[in-house]
């Protein structure tokens, strides 16, 4: 079952990575979570709103397999990611 992590996820926006959250119930499963709204991804890319926080396990395949397969797409929320990640870690 997919998690919502906390410090892989922090390194990874960290090095300006895509990955995708699915929150669990416990604080150390939503930390991802609260990183991306944070962030505030859909102010620099439209597409990035609903890109990283799933909502099921079936929405958490969805979105792992567009960002693993799309390129462009891909691109766009690493540099959203890139242009955010200033919210959370200064």
């Keep these: 079952r997919p998690k919502g992590g906390s410090k892989t996820a922090s390194d990874a926006i960290n090095a300006g990575v895509p990955l995708v959250t699915y929150p669990q119930p416990?604080?150390?499963g939503r930390?991802?979570?609260?990183?991306f709204k944070?962030?505030?991804?859909?102010?620099?890319?439209p597409d990035a709103a609903t890109c990283c926080i799933a909502n099921s396990v079936a929405d958490y395949v969805t979105k792992a397999l567009r960002l693993g397969?799309?390129?462009n797409?891909?691109?766009r929320v690493a540099h959203a990611i890139?242009?955010?990640s200033n919210r959370i870690f200064d």
């Design 69 to 71: 397969s799309d390129q």
């Design 73 to 75: 797409y891909r691109s």
């Design 82 to 84: 890139q242009e955010r």
């Design 38 to 45: 944070a962030m505030a991804l859909d102010e620099v890319e």
């Design 31 to 35: 930390l991802a979570s609260v990183f």
């Design 26 to 28: 416990y604080l150390r």
